[in-house]
């Protein structure tokens, strides 16, 4: 009899606990602290093969800074940790002490946040180390681009201690039909392929399970412990900065609860930054609302911004047919977010809501709002779409 070979063994030994691991989570996802309404239990076992594929083939097959290629995530298919709707993410294994080479061209791409980080948000250890973003390198779209990280050579970004990852995030202002941004990296100390052993597979797979599990355990509670902090269907007008997050970054939160027939007034002012919106997410997953079969996000450029230089969205589960909608998709509870980055001077979107029956919505707005006809509401869902095929086509 042949002796065991303890490569497989230990590997085995590894894939076994993977496995157990997705039986206690799918049984978790079912119960409380998770939701159980607005889809609640389908959704967070949907949530949850969502994250066995980011983590898992982040972890697994994206496990080697020598051999870096960007990893995309937080698409139409893969979400986690509250994406932003204007975003393209990617994510490449790196590591100090090295030298790499980023390359693209802008396309379609408004701007792009290059990201050194220790971590992601749900990790014990996480934090952003340094960035770099296209305006400050003066790119504008169609632009080619080469970006140097680590080592001597003149403009190099410097690769700090801690860094696991370089992630990059691309804007998307103008949702039209548009070539996106192409990226590449490349290690420029390059080694020998490595030879994969049972002990490197088991610590991979370790690490997808705690990648997972830290997501969809610590995303639910976020969205449970801040609920409880705040007073539905308000803001709080504390502008959120997420100290270890980009510094260029600004937040209000809202949590939503609202009956069929009502709607979530929500007026704000025009903030002095370059980039700014709303954007409706999940109970649970902390996923978008459905964004690209509804409208549940809006960025400057889809709101329309009153006579009195105030923005109003207007928050339901059915088109009150006025400008500045947002979807629900029927769900009773929810988090409306408002952001705005690259702040250019000191006026926040200070927001207030009313909670207003839906047949007076058009009534509690100003005069001059616009009014939305069914095939304009249809005709604007149809071009975001088109944009969101060719920003995430593989």
């Known amino acids: 009899m042949s002796r065991p070979d303890p490569d497989i063994e230990v590997a085995l030994a590894a894939w076994e606990q993977w496995c157990e691991l997705l039986k206690r989570l799918g049984g978790d996802v079912v119960a409380p602290p998770y939701p159980a309404h607005d889809g609640g239990g389908l959704e967070m076992l949907e949530h949850l093969v969502d994250n066995v594929v980011a983590f898992g083939a982040w972890e697994v097959l994206h496990a080697d800074p020598t051999r870096p290629m960007f990893s995309r995530q937080n698409d139409l298919i893969t979400q986690w940790g509250g994406p932003n709707a204007d975003n393209v993410y990617r994510h490449a294994r790196i590591e100090p002490g090295r030298r790499y080479r980023i390359h693209g061209n802008m396309h379609g791409c408004d701007d792009f946040i290059l990201a050194l980080r220790a971590g992601f948000m749900h990790n014990d250890v996480w934090g952003t180390k340094a960035t770099v973003t296209a305006s400050e390198l003066g790119l504008s779209r169609h632009d080619d681009f080469e970006i140097l990280l680590g080592g001597n050579d003149p403009g190099a970004v410097a690769i700090p201690d801690g860094v696991l990852s370089a992630s990059i995030r691309e804007y998307y202002f103008e949702w039209t ?54 007073t539905d269907n308000t803001y709080t007008n504390r502008t959120l900065e997420v100290s270890k997050g980009l510094s260029m970054a600004r937040y209000e939160f809202c949590f939503w609860d609202l009956a069929p027939d009502q709607a979530l007034i929500v007026t704000a002012d025009v903030p002095e930054a370059r980039y700014w919106g709303v954007q409706l997410y999940m109970m649970g997953t902390f996923e978008l609302v459905d964004f690209y079969g509804c409208i549940s996000s809006r960025n400057q450029t889809q709101t329309q911004v009153s006579a009195d230089g105030t923005v109003r969205y207007v928050v339901s589960a059915a088109d009150p047919g006025v400008a500045n909608w947002l979807d629900t998709t029927g769900r009773q509870t929810g988090l409306c977010t408002l952001r705005w980055f690259w702040p250019t001077g000191e006026r926040a979107m200070a927001p207030t809501t009313e909670v207003v029956a839906l047949d007076e919505v058009a009534s509690s707005l100003p005069d001059d709002h616009p009014m939305v006809t069914p095939a304009e509401r249809s005709a604007e869902l149809a071009a975001r779409q088109a944009h969101l095929r060719h920003r995430f086509r593989t």
């Open 177 to 230: 039909a548009d070539e996106p941004a192409f990226v590449t990296i490349e290690c420029l100390d390059p080694e020998p392929a490595p030879v994969l052993d049972g002990a490197t597979f088991a610590e991979r797979v370790s690490r997808a399970g705690m990648q997972m599990t830290d997501s969809i355990e610590r995303w639910n509670a976020y969205m449970v412990v801040n609920r409880a902090e705040r």
